[in-house]
């Protein structure tokens, strides 16, 4: 049954690589014209962006196995993972903040300290210092999904790039970030935990290796730059200003709610997928699994970097269906179990029938994940007003850990099926709100930026 697996993951590969054979440069935007200097600032932003994701991708699979093997029980661990989405809701927003007033690339470089500290916390198995840990991980969380983009965003139009040559950064950041450096980083942190028997703390001390080099590279070739704030601005105007932008602005507030939204739903089926494929105990090859999904979700950039780079294909038009298409394939689960097949299950036994087909939907799912961030990264290029960038996206990011941390509370007290259900429920309401924001859209508002 292992060869379902490899078979599946095969076939994603070469359809990843075809994908990306397939695009010929043509057209302004074509890498062949492209002039050297932006070139040099893309793959710049490019090594940073990788180094930073595999910090984080790195310490993903070995987070629960180190808690447990310092003797912690499911309660406690839950605890520690709340604190991370806490902290990461509380404090990673007014830090959001400081990255408009004070600037995005001291706002990275703490993003290094921070996550650095987190891991170093790893080392000791008291109760504390690994919820201290917890503590400086959210922080640095919500500092990789908005100091980063903010920077990049800020510094290519102060650099007076053209702004259709963002939306390929984008979408080669999340096929180089999200896909290819989260399989690299998971078979690396197997690596030192299986073969080299370093233990569950190895792929920790790794990570710090690599945001250690990157906080190098940033603090070496990067410029600052900073939001529209005044100097005597105080954080609460900061957060009035974004607050203002959010609800005085429908663009700006569609993009926040479907953010959340589907964020939300993509959190939560990182907790269902594996019950999902192993209701009944089922053997399920976790590792190749998770690069199977990873591959699909370069498919998913690599498919973003196409509809991105045709001017006739608006994020604002095409993601309604994205959202759609997501929903349809996390209510696989509810549908089947609606309609179950006809099979004897045995704890210890492969994956089912019914699984297989379970599996196919996610990774459909996670396909439309790689298309979802580059798409909506653009959209907020275009929307989220610059002063303030860092302030609204972790405004955005409240609710998201405020639902996430309610869910892992009360993780036990509701069915698989409605949990597949609640994410169906939420994607379809994103779909609805995409469907709103390309009606005001569609015809350019005066002095609107376009990206």
């Avoid at 300290?113 to 690994?130: F, Q, R």
């Avoid at 190098?216 to 954080?235: F, P, Q, R, Y």
């Avoid at 953010?259 to 269902?272: D, G, I, K, N, R």
Wanted: proline share 4%.
């Amino acid at each position: 049954m292992e060869g379902f697996y490899v078979l599946t993951f095969i076939a994603l590969a070469i359809g990843c690589a075809g994908i990306e054979l397939s695009k010929r440069p043509s057209g302004k935007g074509a890498a062949g014209n492209l002039p050297a200097n932006f070139l040099a600032f893309r793959n710049n932003y490019l090594v940073v962006y990788a180094l930073m994701m595999a910090g984080d991708w790195l310490q993903g699979p070995y987070v629960y196995a180190l808690y447990k093997h310092y003797g912690y029980g499911t309660g406690d661990i839950g605890k520690l993972f709340i604190a991370g989405f806490g902290s990461s809701m509380i404090f990673g927003t007014i830090v959001g903040s400081l990255a408009d007033r004070y600037g995005r690339k001291l706002a990275g470089l703490t993003y290094v300290v921070t996550y650095i500290a987190s891991c170093i916390t790893k080392h000791w198995s008291d109760y504390g210092v690994l919820m201290l840990g917890r503590f400086f991980g959210g922080i640095a969380t919500s500092l990789l999904f908005t100091a980063f983009e903010s920077w990049l965003v800020s510094e290519h139009f102060s650099r007076s790039y053209d702004p259709e040559w963002l939306s390929g950064t984008f979408s080669k950041a999340i096929f180089i970030g999200n896909g290819l450096v989260s399989i690299i980083a998971g078979l690396l942190a197997n690596y030192l935990v299986t073969d080299m028997e370093l233990g569950p703390v190895a792929p920790f001390d790794a990570a710090a290796t690599f945001l250690a080099v990157g906080g190098v590279i940033i603090a070496l070739t990067w410029t600052e730059n900073k939001g529209d704030v005044k100097d005597n601005a105080s954080l609460q105007a900061s957060f009035h200003a974004a607050w203002k932008a959010i609800f005085n602005d429908k663009k700006v507030l569609y993009l926040g709610a479907m953010q959340s939204l589907f964020e939300a739903a993509m959190y939560s089926f990182v907790f269902l997928w594996t019950p999902a494929l192993s209701p009944n105990d089922e053997i399920i090859p976790h590792g190749m699994i998770f690069a199977t999904m990873m591959v699909a979700c370069m498919i998913g950039s690599s498919f973003a970097g196409q509809l991105l780079g045709d001017k006739d294909m608006r994020p604002e038009k095409y993601m309604q269906y994205v959202f759609l298409a997501s929903a349809a394939s996390l209510a696989l689960p509810v549908v089947l179990k609606m309609f179950p097949f006809e099979q004897n299950y045995s704890s210890g036994q492969s994956i089912t029938f019914e699984g297989k087909l379970i599996m196919m939907g996610f990774l459909v799912f996670e396909c439309l994940v790689g298309i979802f961030w580059p798409s909506m990264m653009k959209m907020r290029a275009t929307y989220v007003p610059e002063e303030i960038r860092s302030t609204v996206m972790n405004c955005f990011r409240i609710p998201l850990n405020l639902f996430v941390c309610v869910i892992l509370y009360n993780v036990a007290l509701f069915p698989l099926t409605s949990m597949f259900a609640m994410c169906s429920f939420f994607l379809i309401a994103a779909a609805y709100l995409q469907r709103k924001l390309e009606i005001i859209t569609s015809v350019p508002t005066r002095g609107q930026t376009h990206v």
